[in-house]
């Protein structure tokens, strides 16, 4: 069982190597807080937890309340949100949260288009036919009803009934190292050497049943 | 001497020249005089003072104006009502009292030169005046004792102080560290000069061009101008554009302060946009409204690359083809006003133009030396073109008794001296050893700037030495550090040491020197390189606690700075931004090499951001001659000594020194490492010159020598 010091450990790592290979814009410190007794919640400096005040309105205020209060643990140079929440309850991990938010507000960058283009980085997120999908990997095992609420789930552009099925919950460094191969691929591919993650992994936690239907694994 | 500055009077302009006239005829008093200023904020909304003098020897004397014999106004009424709203208005101001007393002595008078008989029902102490000699002995009644206000009193009725002094340091402790010294500076700096006061309200019939340095306050002086033109005019549609978006929150916030203070009134943003010259169809822009209402096609940056194949030049070609393709224009705008003009092409100017109603008031502002494109200004004649006739449709020209068409501010107030003066020696490359590498065609330009001619002469070919003076650089702003901390150009031996020593200073400044966070910007030199080249500082400062942003390269791009995280930027999104704590990054990049006029527009634009202190960081061989080049300047104590370029040797200069295409980059590297090999090849006797044609042969040696 990972440890909530390892998953704030890999999120501070994360962070730095973020930086370093300038895939993010602005970035928050990584958090960790005691709730009481061997129970920490992790997040990051600032953090106000808006899912429920944010839940029926449109995509792009949720992303512009989210940026304007500064609520993510990077923005990466597209304007994409990440946010790596992770709740121990007595030593235990009883929840995450951990999201993907790209901007809906991709266009050229009109004040210096030709450094915009330049950089090959962003021919991943500036081609015209791409359509933003926000992510999100959710872990919650006090709501489970197996098939309808998986214990961990993902859930794909914010679809109130998405909930794919993953085999346990996920580590920040399998997380990242999948949004960077998916969404970062020029990135990931110049910055091989800098942006290895190691992975540990969570114990399973996907019923019998649920690794029936189409689901999300790791081992 | 009264300098006059001439505000909207629209209404009243017989009686107002008049005014004018009499005080421009005595030179014995020191002040100004104000023509349809101020606009005092009421709770019924803007209330206008005809005239105002403000004098060392007088301090306020109001006129109300009456143009013409028609007096159906109700005199007493009027002239208290003036003193009662210019009272209100400065017992706000802490500095202009002592105790609850008003220290300033407020006199009103009624101005009506067309008038014979005064009226017989006015009271005595309601000064009516029909001529000068009246006029001379009734300024001889009001005396102010207290002067000593005088300058506070100038900078309240300039409407400025609120504008300034956003940056509240109250947390500063020590009296002499660098936070300290920078809210004395952010003190000092709150008065407008004349020239900026000339600019933000003497409004022209036309065209009107504002010049200045960096530092000059040409985006405050336009925000105050959109401000103080809807105070006047509410129903006027006047829109702000300009290039670099990060402007976008300055002029808002300016704007917004200025007309409350006017107006009590937030600014009627209807009637106001802050609006891109671009655009698209989720941004507002000049060139994307101009398509919209004439129904053409507009392009975006990728279908105007089907226009042009030179980058930079996109924009230009958008705006060409969209005044080709346009019979009748329509005019929509009362007035519009460009910032950063240096950054546009003519045709833009023109497109602003056409749209303007009637009598087309455009005003642009501009800086020639920061053209990171390495284009320059034409002049109005070439840029608005002849009408039938022949004749130029705009002609500037400052006529005397007339708000100025052409104004120039030579003040700068953010750079001190010395900091200036070695900005214009590194970007002229007044000291490097292989001579200049740009110059002004027109060597009155270094006056206007600000310079004066110390020895010497500016002329071609003849040698001048140029320094600037306390007057257009204000001694305050280098008397608060020494020369050796106003500016550190460091050379060091590798990248890794530029880096440690940059984040070690930070942190000092941080965690020492009472700076905030926003007080610093590092910018690189090179903006294709930018994100790669600050990665690895940044997560330096992470480790050490302390944030940073790289400059809004997305969603997040009217914003600049923040509270809580340093500033890392590429040079196109520092432009029009200023800290008081300035790094220049891989500042080796600009000393040589091709396109080096570019190179060196980049490291001005990037010295000039700094209103207190400069570090110009960078390694190896180049930056060592870039660190001689500086030295140079300080030894010689920020004076320009140099032999001025004929206009054959300034020709010279621009083509080695040009931009070049992409096209023409390829080429010339492609042929460079062609002649190389043929030249090894002819060395190693791998082919011999008899194989060459002896045409060709013939050819290069008259080309080459």
Redesign the interface.
């Known amino acids: 069982m990972t440890s909530h010091q390892e998953i704030y450990k890999e999120i501070k790592t994360i ?3 973020l ?4 895939l ?6 990584p958090s960790s807080t005691s709730i009481g007794r061997d129970s920490y919640e992790i997040a990051y400096s600032g953090m106000q937890d808006l899912s429920i005040a944010l839940k029926n309105i449109n995509y792009k205020d949720i992303y512009h309340e989210l ?1 304007k209060g500064k609520n993510y643990n990077f ?5 994409a949100l990440i946010q790596l929440l992770y709740t121990y309850r007595k030593s235990e991990l009883i929840s995450h949260r951990l999201a993907f938010l790209p ?1 809906p ?1 991709l ?10 283009e ?2 090959e ?1 962003y021919a991943d997120i500036i081609a015209k036919n791409i359509l933003p999908v926000p992510i999100r990997f959710d872990y919650d095992p006090d709501n489970h009803k197996e098939l309808d609420h998986p214990k961990c789930h993902l859930t794909l552009g914010q679809f109130e009934n998405c909930r794919i099925p993953v085999c346990s919950p996920i580590t920040p460094n399998t997380f990242i190292s999948f949004i960077i191969r998916s969404f970062y691929n020029t990135a990931f591919r110049k910055f091989t050497d800098d942006l290895t993650f190691s992975s540990s992994l969570f114990d399973k936690t996907i019923t019998v049943a649920e690794e029936k239907v189409l689901h999300i694994a790791i081992y | 001497m009264v300098n006059v500055i001439r505000g909207d009077v629209d209404n009243k302009p017989v009686s107002s020249r008049r005014l004018a006239e009499y005080f421009e005829n005595r030179p014995d008093i020191n002040g100004s005089l104000y023509l349809g200023y101020p606009i005092i904020g009421t709770p019924q909304g803007g209330y206008q003072i005809d005239a105002l003098l403000l004098s060392r020897e007088h301090g306020i004397v109001i006129f109300n104006i009456i143009e013409g014999t028609n007096i159906n106004i109700d005199i007493e009424e009027a002239q208290d009502e003036s003193v009662t709203k210019v009272q209100s208005k400065l017992l706000q101001h802490k500095n202009l009292t002592e105790r609850r007393k008003l220290m300033v002595e407020i006199s009103a008078v009624t101005f009506a030169p067309a008038l014979n008989n005064t009226p017989n029902d006015v009271s005595e102490d309601y000064p009516i005046i029909t001529n000068e000699s009246t006029l001379g002995e009734y300024l001889k009644s009001c005396k102010w004792e207290n002067n000593q206000y005088f300058e506070s009193l100038s900078s309240v009725i300039q409407a400025i102080t609120s504008i300034r002094k956003r940056r509240q340091r109250s947390y500063v402790q020590r009296e002499d560290s660098r936070g300290a010294k920078l809210q004395r500076l952010e003190d000092s700096i709150a008065n407008l000069d004349n020239n900026q006061s000339a600019a933000v309200l003497e409004t022209v019939e036309g065209v009107q061009r504002i010049r200045g340095l960096a530092g000059s306050g040409k985006t405050i002086v336009l925000a105050l101008k959109v401000a103080y033109l809807q105070a006047k005019h509410p129903d006027w549609n006047i829109a702000v554009t300009f ?4 402007l976008k929150n300055q002029f808002k916030h300016f704007i917004n302060t200025f007309t409350i203070e006017h107006t009590n009134e937030e600014p009627d943003w209807e009637k106001i946009k802050i609006i ?1 010259a ?3 169809p ?2 507002e ?1 000049i060139y994307y409204e101009v398509c919209k209402k004439h129904n053409i096609e507009f392009r ?3 279908a105007a690359r089907n226009l042009t194949n030179i ?2 030049q ?1 924009f230009d070609k958008v705006c060409e083809e969209a005044l080709d393709k346009i019979q009748n224009f329509d005019q929509y705008y009362d007035a519009i006003l460009v910032d950063e003009a240096q950054d546009f092409s003519k045709h833009f100017l023109q497109l602003c133009y056409k749209i303007l109603k009637s009598p087309k008031r455009l005003v642009y502002a501009y800086d020639e030396l920061q053209s990171l494109n390495n284009q320059t200004m034409e002049s109005p004649d070439v840029i608005f073109g002849k009408d039938t006739y022949g004749n130029p449709c705009v002609e500037l020209q400052n006529k005397s008794g007339e708000p100025k068409q052409d104004i120039i501010l030579e003040k700068c107030y953010r750079n001190s001296r010395p900091l200036l003066t070695s900005a214009h020696a590194l970007g002229f490359g007044i000291y490097r050893n292989e001579g200049l590498i740009q110059m002004f065609d027109d060597a009155g330009l270094w006056r206007d700037i600000g310079y004066k001619v110390e020895e010497g002469n500016l002329e071609e070919g003849k040698p001048v030495k140029l320094s600037r003076t306390s007057n257009t650089s204000p001694i305050f702003l280098e008397s608060h550090s020494k020369i050796d901390d106003l500016i550190i150009f460091k050379s060091f031996n590798n990248n890794r040491e530029q880096n440690e020593w940059l984040v070690k200073e930070i942190e000092k400044n941080i965690r020492e020197d009472e700076l905030k966070y926003d007080d610093i910007m590092i910018i690189h030199s090179n ?2 390189t ?3 080249a ?3 500082s ?2 330096l400062l ?2 050490k ?1 302390i ?11 009217d914003d600049f700075f ?1 509270e809580e ?1 340093v500033t890392f930027t ?1 040079i ?2 520092a432009k029009g931004n200023e800290a008081a704590m300035i790094y220049v990054i891989n500042a080796h990049e600009c000393f040589s090499g091709a396109e080096l006029s570019r190179k060196r527009n980049i490291l001005f634009t990037a010295m000039t951001r700094s209103k207190a202190w400069l570090r110009v960081l960078g390694y190896g061989e180049d930056m060592r001659g870039l660190v001689k080049e500086f030295e140079e300047v300080k030894k010689r104590n920020f004076v320009l000594e140099f032999t001025y370029p004929t206009e054959e040797e300034r020709i010279i200069m621009n083509v080695i020194n040009r931009d070049m295409s992409p096209k023409e980059h390829e080429r010339r590297i492609q042929n460079q490492r062609n002649l190389k090999d043929i030249v090894e090849d002819l060395e190693k006797g791998i082919i011999h010159k008899e194989d060459l044609s002896p045409e060709l042969i013939e050819k290069l040696k008259k080309q080459l020598f």
Not at chain 1, 24 to 29: L, P, S
Not at chain 1, 75 to 79: S, T, Y
Not at chain 2, 547 to 557: C, K, Y
Request: aromatic share 12%; net charge negative.
């Open positions: 962070t730095q190597k930086i370093e290979v300038s993010c814009d602005q970035q928050n410190f940026d923005k990466m140079i597209d304007g901007s507000f266009e050229f960058f009109q004040n210096d288009p030709t450094i915009y330049a950089d980085i | 290039n670099t978006r990060s891109h671009w655009g698209s989720s941004t822009g975006d940056l990728n980058s930079g996109e903006p294709f930018t994100k790669d600050v990665g690895s940044r997560a992470f480790e606690k944030n940073s942003n790289l400059a809004g390269v997305t969603n997040s791009r923040s995280a590429g196109y999104r």
